[in-house]
């Protein structure tokens, strides 16, 4: 799979082990950026991922900043991305299979790398349920129009 991948300053240091972890499973990784811890505004960022998903350049998309919230916030604003907060496993299975999320977001500060190892792993391996879940996402979908 092709995955896309970006963090602010406070999510940098899991950003580069993450896309380490995603490249020894075979995936290319498409690291967005930033290059170092400097201080960086994460809407920057979120919008390079959250383009590459919509346009098709990626499959998936991970974010990384302090807490996942901002990432999400401002990756929801791209027209076709439905990005997620996942603080855990269960959060990553119910946003793939319910809402069929293209974009997670994780916390760089407030969940170990394990944990958020752990969060890309159900991410990425949890089908999209469809049924009653899909009116719901062209519901959710209609709303950017």
């Given at each position: ?67 996942g ?7 929801n ?69």
């Amino acid at each position: 799979m092709k995955i896309s991948i970006a963090s602010d300053h406070a999510g940098f240091e899991q950003k580069e082990a993450l896309a380490d972890y995603l490249a020894k499973q075979g995936h290319e990784v498409v690291d967005r950026g930033p290059d170092s811890d400097d201080r960086v505004d994460y809407p920057d960022f979120a919008a390079l991922v959250a383009h590459d998903v919509a346009d098709g350049a990626a499959e998936w998309g991970v974010l990384v900043c302090g807490t996942g919230i901002g990432m999400a916030v401002a990756a929801n604003k791209i027209h076709g991305i439905r990005a997620v907060n996942c603080i855990n496993v269960q959060f990553a299975q119910l946003a793939r299979e319910h809402n069929n999320a293209n974009v997670v977001t994780l916390s760089g500060r407030f969940v170990e790398l394990e944990e958020n190892e752990r969060i890309l792993d159900a991410f990425l391996s949890t089908e999209f349920g469809g049924g009653r879940h899909a009116g719901r996402v062209e519901k959710i979908m209609a709303l950017e129009n």
